[in-house]
């Protein structure tokens, strides 16, 4: 499986960005569906995360600000940035969890929030 985000860039303080994930190669069910950040010489943190029941959760830093989706069409995994701040600057990752606690992760894109 090999995903591929899409979608990152420079935004001012109180801008908006999406970030999309395509996922191709071997197909498979998965648990859950994820976004990721990480700030150089930092964990890497969960930010939001969908299951295959629609379920949602978010880092409390992102809430009402971020939201998390699937695009019914292509099956991409979306992330809706709203209101971004210097703080949000990371790379970010969409990772996919399989059944069998598999995790799957794409190469990052850049986000970087600054005036």
Do not use: H
Not at 90 to 106: E, H, I, P
């Amino acid at each position: 499986v090999q995903l591929v985000e899409s979608g990152g860039g420079s935004v001012q303080p109180g801008g908006s960005l999406i970030l999309s994930c395509a996922a191709s190669g071997r197909s498979l069910a998965f648990y859950s569906k994820g976004w990721y950040r990480q700030v150089l010489g930092k964990q890497r943190e969960l930010v939001a995360e969908i299951t295959r029941d629609s379920r949602t959760d978010y880092a409390e830093s992102v809430k009402d600000r971020f939201s998390i989706s699937r695009d019914s069409v292509t099956n991409a995994l979306i992330l809706q940035m709203n209101n971004l701040k210097p703080e949000d600057t990371a790379v970010y990752y969409c990772s996919f969890t399989d059944y069998r606690l598999n995790q799957y992760w794409g190469q990052g894109t850049q986000v970087t929030v600054s005036a």
